[in-house]
């Protein structure tokens, strides 16, 4: 039976046995299982590429099952690269899965694409996006770029064969963290699967020399009226990316993350933080001999936007009202980097 | 006449596909500036893409009248 597995693609002029035999060499890190990342691996797996590792911690929600198809109501307790792995290994037992239910960053980036042929970046966090272009373009690794919001997709592919390749950073220089996401404002589930195949479908032409990459190019489509665009791309990124790469966490300033810290956490860095306390004027204590008084009473969130110097903590007295300023002071301007003291002065 | 396509989140801020500028011919940093003051919320897609006649256009570079010309906004769906 295994025999004529892969019949009709060694049947192909641009395949062939010896194409086949590439896919059957090759390592695939797929890096998020959702949208794009759950529609490309079943069918990288049915090409036959002999190892694929599906790196993903999410589990699948009801409202994902409108593209991401290979999963199911039964599905719903695994995580979505346990579910995934179990689906491809019963498609194509011949070939190796490995399961990693994490979410990428910098502390795991390395151990995740180890011996990785190529590379599908296929998660919905920009930071991400930036974490594994960087890193992929440092190490030399070639990465198939996919993205998506409502009714429009991107493709491309960063060869990253040295430091005058192509990546991401020469389309879009700095993550842009105001951009809305899919869960913000829907998107076709059609689209997914569209711009997940294209991804699946870049990586198995680069890996058997098929026909031509999109290698320097960025491929748009627009599924509301079928257009497509080619775009050549250009080196226009002048910075070190290995620099670039020392520099930055890649978390996101958002307020889904942290926008709370623990009073050790702010004593061990304290010179890093402005600290200011939102204690009305009857309750007002200071933690140390550097504190601003800004009482909430008073405060005007925008303008206190503009006044913020760096980073800042904000305090009072169980962490509540603190906690409520900076969700606003975020909600108005998502990239400053603000954070309420966790249980305020309860723990002095 | 400059003819612009707008890709994205930018079709949305600017409420069209696809809209002139009348000026035969404006730099692409001259470009940017006047979206950005047109339209407020050009602020949410800096780093924008420009492309011109399908290839990526750097700030310096000189539209002219018939060039076809792309706003590509960065998305980070997946």
Redesign the interface.
């Known amino acids: 039976m295994e025999r004529n597995r892969y019949i009709r693609h060694t049947l192909l002029d641009q395949i062939g046995e010896n194409g086949q035999k590439k896919l059957s060499a090759a390592h695939i890190v797929l890096i998020?299982c959702?949208?794009?990342?759950s529609i490309a691996a079943p069918y990288l797996a049915g090409a036959g590429v002999g190892k694929i590792t599906l790196v993903d911690a999410d589990k699948p929600h009801v409202s994902n099952l409108h593209r991401q198809v290979f999963f199911d109501v039964s599905s719903m307790t695994q995580t979505k690269s346990q579910a995934l792995a179990d689906h491809i290994k019963i498609l194509n037992p011949t070939i190796e899965v490995i399961v990693k239910e994490q979410m990428a960053s910098k502390k795991n980036i390395e151990e995740i694409i180890k011996g990785a042929t190529v590379v599908l970046?296929?998660?919905?966090?920009?930071q991400t996006?930036y974490l594994v272009n960087d890193y992929c373009h440092i190490h030399n690794i070639p990465l198939v770029y996919?993205?998506?919001?409502?009714y429009?997709g991107?493709v491309s592919l960063f060869a990253n064969v040295g430091k005058e390749s192509i990546h991401l950073r020469?389309?879009?220089?700095?993550p842009?963290e105001?951009?809305?996401?899919?869960s913000e404002v829907g998107?076709m589930g059609t689209l997914?699967g569209l711009i997940g195949l294209m991804q699946a479908n870049e990586a198995i032409k680069y890996i058997t020399d098929a026909g031509q990459v999109l290698i320097d190019q960025?491929l748009?489509y627009?599924i509301l009226?079928n257009t497509q665009?080619?775009?050549?791309?250009?080196k226009?990124y002048k910075n070190d990316i290995s620099a670039i790469y020392q520099v930055s966490s890649y978390q996101s300033k958002s307020m889904c993350d942290i926008t709370e810290i623990t009073l050790e956490e702010l004593q061990s860095e304290r010179s890093k933080y402005d600290l200011i306390s939102i204690l009305e004027d009857y309750e007002h204590k200071d933690i140390d001999n550097n504190v601003k008084h800004v009482p909430l009473s008073t405060i005007h969130p925008e303008e206190l936007v503009e006044d913020l110097e760096g980073p800042t903590v904000f305090y009072c007295m169980t962490g509540k009202r603190s906690i409520g300023l900076v969700r606003m002071i975020r909600e108005i301007d998502s990239s400053v980097e603000v954070y309420s003291l966790k249980n305020g002065l309860k723990k002095l | 006449m400059i003819n612009i396509k707008y890709?994205?989140?930018a079709k949305e801020i600017v409420g069209n596909?696809v809209a002139f500028i009348e000026s035969s011919t404006i730099s692409v940093a001259d470009l940017r500036q006047r979206m950005n003051e047109q339209y407020k919320a050009f602020?949410?897609?800096?780093?924008?893409?420009v492309?011109v006649n399908?290839?990526?256009a750097?700030d310096s570079q000189i539209i002219n009248a018939d060039d076809e010309v792309?706003i590509?906004?960065?998305?980070?769906?997946?």
Not at chain 2, 72 to 78: A, K, M, N, Y
């Open positions: 998020g959702g949208g794009l990342g970046e296929c998660t919905d966090n920009i996006k996919g993205a998506i919001y409502k429009d991107y020469d389309i879009f220089g700095t842009n105001d951009i809305p996401t899919c998107v997914a960025l748009t627009n009226d665009m080619k775009l050549k791309l250009k226009s | 890709f994205g989140i596909d602020k949410q897609i800096k780093g924008y893409m492309a399908q290839e990526y750097i792309a590509i906004p960065p998305v980070s769906g997946g």
